[in-house]
T-cell receptor, first 116, second 113 residues
Framework: DTGVSQNPRHKITKRGQNVTFRCDPISEHNRLYWYRQTLGQGPEFLTYFQNEAQLEKSRLLSDRFSAERPKGSFSTLEIQRTEQGDSAMYLC??????????????FGSGTQLSVL | AQSVAQPEDQVNVAEGNPLTVKCTYSVSGNPYLFWYVQYPNRGLQFLLKYITGDNLVKGSYGFEAEFNKSQTSFHLKKPSALVSDSALYFCAVRSGGYQKVTFGTGTKLQVIP
């Protein structure tokens, strides 16, 4: 168990630029989640994948945000035309689920995005 | 819709004293309840969960939580606090029909030596 890995750890970008984050979940985990956390707040759900299928998206996820999980392994979260309000910690979590189980989430250390 | 409320931004407790971190929830259907802890510069870590069964759930590091359906609460407890318990604690909930886990705003626990 090598844990959930997120890259980069920090990203500083100028407003209007595109950014992409990567998440490598624990290898046998079939579910992958993206959350966003700002200072003083709890993690806010963005989206979740079951294998390669994106099954739920939050209304927080505007058209500028897109997430993929090709082949059901790693995932990427892209933000186009970044805005200062996008500055936050972006968290990835994974879990293993099968019918009848209620799994716990394993979180990565996050990618801290600063939009100048 | 599902939601979690953590009414205390910060809880201070003396080392060796019992601690309680409060959480109330709102969800349609049966709740699945969780506590996570976040240490400085580290990712969120699972502490414990309630799905069904005994209302008192035991978890990692000596923590436990009590599910109270009538009060829609899931308070986190520990009989004797350690300085190393100082961290940010998040309560979370999801309903049975969904996979989205909703987190509270967190409670900072400060254990004073």
């Amino acid at each position: 168990d090598t844990g959930v890995s997120q890259n980069p750890r920090h990203k500083i970008t100028k407003r209007g630029q595109n950014v992409t984050f990567r998440c490598d979940p624990i290898s046998e985990h079939n579910r992958l989640y993206w959350y966003r956390q700002t200072l003083g707040q709890g993690p806010e759900f963005l989206t979740y994948f079951q294998n390669e299928a994106q099954l739920e998206k939050s209304r927080l996820l505007s058209d500028r945000f897109s997430a993929e999980r090709p082949k059901g392994s790693f995932s990427t979260l892209e933000i186009q035309r970044t805005e200062q309000g996008d500055s936050a910690m972006y968290l990835c979590a994974s879990s293993f689920s099968r019918v009848g189980t209620n799994e716990k989430l394993f979180f990565g250390s996050g990618t801290q995005l600063s939009v100048l | 819709a599902q939601s979690v409320a953590q009414p205390e931004d910060q809880v201070n407790v003396a080392e060796g004293n019992p601690l309680t971190v409060k959480c109330t929830y709102s969800v349609s259907g049966n709740p699945y309840l969780f506590w996570y802890v976040q240490y400085p510069n580290r990712g969120l870590q699972f502490l414990l969960k309630y799905i069904t069964g005994d209302n008192l759930v035991k978890g990692s590091y000596g923590f436990e939580a009590e599910f109270n359906k009538s009060q829609t609460s899931f308070h986190l407890k520990k009989p004797s606090a350690l300085v190393s318990d100082s961290a940010l604690y998040f309560c979370a909930v999801r309903s049975g029909g969904y996979q989205k886990v909703t987190f509270g705003t967190g409670t900072k626990l400060q254990v004073i030596p």
